[in-house]
């Protein structure tokens, strides 16, 4: 089966840094676009950036300026580079993949999330 795994979170002061990295294995044929989601207690999960198979990017405007996505194709990864961290971007950030690949023995496209890394930015 597909797993995402995500890496890299942890405890930072305001106006640290952090990178985060999610890496998809398994029965993999292709991963089309790949992204960072962050839900925060008591809010609903929110798209913070994402990235598509030829390096197009889309990002959150609360993140503009201070969070790169990147990946690299030939890993199966994406990564998170978060600048200028704030309180407010304490959550726990979520890798999302689409993708195609086996499932059930069968070919198939699909979405797999990952199990969450805890980012907790201290003022």
């Known amino acids: 089966q597909v797993q995402l795994v995500e890496s890299g979170g942890g405890l930072v002061q305001a106006g640290g840094s952090l990178r985060l990295s999610c890496a998809a294995s398994?029965?993999?044929?292709?991963?089309?676009?790949m992204g960072w989601y962050r839900q925060a207690p008591g809010k609903q999960r929110e798209l913070v950036a994402a990235i598509t198979s030829g390096g197009s990017t889309n990002y959150a405007d609360s993140v503009k300026g201070r969070f790169t996505i990147s990946r690299d194709n030939a890993k199966n990864t994406v990564y998170l580079q978060m600048n200028s961290l704030k309180p407010e971007d304490t959550a726990v950030y979520y890798c999302?993949?689409?993708?195609?690949?086996?499932?059930?023995?069968?070919?198939?496209?699909?979405?797999?999330w990952g199990q969450g890394t805890q980012v907790t930015v201290s003022s």
């Open positions: 398994g029965s993999i044929f292709s991963i089309n676009a």
């Open positions: 999302n993949a689409s993708m195609r690949g086996v499932v059930a023995g069968t070919p198939a496209d699909f979405g797999s």
